[in-house]
């Protein structure tokens, strides 16, 4: 199950590196596609992560929940802030809202780098802990 997690993650990453690549073309109509995509994804990966979570022990549930409460309120941030950009109108307005845009999606790529890292500190930790148990067990 690890090893289907670090490859469904390596796969999003292809993703996201597809839609900066989607971006820097400014082609409208592809981005927004690529938003709905990405919102689709998002949505389901949570499902997924709260399934998994079904087994797991009150504590690890009870961190998922901050997180994805976290997260939830990130999201619903830049959907207002969206909504607000489709309601102004004026070239400095515009400007005004896209550096904001442009803000939020640093801000997220960053929660993302830190997410990575600590995927990766417990993918680490989870190996370590294996190892340790099959010393014990006498397994290899």
Same mark, same amino acid.
């Given at each position: %199950?690890?090893?289907?997690?670090?490859?469904?993650?390596?796969?999003?990453?292809?993703?996201?590196?597809?839609? !900066?690549?989607? !971006?820097?073309?400014?082609?409208?109509?592809? +981005?927004?596609?690529?938003?709905?995509?990405?919102?689709? #994804?998002?949505?389901?990966?949570?499902?997924?992560?709260?399934?998994?979570?079904?087994? !797991?022990?009150? #504590?690890?549930?009870?961190?998922?929940?901050?997180?994805?409460?976290?997260?939830?309120? %990130?999201?619903? =941030?830049?959907?207002?802030?969206?909504?607000?950009? %489709?309601?102004?109108?004026?070239?400095?307005? =515009?400007?005004?809202?896209?550096?904001? !845009?442009? %803000?939020?999606? #640093? =801000?997220?790529?960053?929660?993302?780098? &830190?997410?990575?890292?600590? =995927?990766? &500190?417990?993918?680490?930790?989870?190996? +370590?802990?294996?190892? *340790?148990?099959?010393?014990?067990?006498? *397994?290899?």
């Amino acid at each position: %199950q690890l090893s289907e997690s670090l490859e469904d993650l390596a796969a999003r990453d292809k993703k996201l590196e597809h839609s !900066a690549t989607v !971006a820097s073309e400014e082609d409208p109509e592809a +981005l927004e596609e690529r938003r709905r995509e990405a919102e689709k #994804a998002f949505l389901s990966a949570m499902d997924g992560i709260e399934a998994s979570l079904r087994d !797991a022990d009150a #504590a690890a549930r009870e961190r998922w929940n901050d997180t994805r409460s976290s997260i939830t309120r %990130q999201i619903e =941030a830049m959907r207002a802030a969206r909504r607000r950009r %489709q309601a102004e109108r004026g070239v400095d307005r =515009a400007e005004r809202a896209a550096g904001r !845009a442009e %803000q939020d999606a #640093a =801000a997220a790529v960053a929660v993302a780098a &830190y997410c990575v890292n600590v =995927a990766e &500190y417990a993918v680490v930790d989870a190996a +370590l802990a294996r190892a *340790e148990a099959n010393e014990l067990t006498g *397994e290899t």
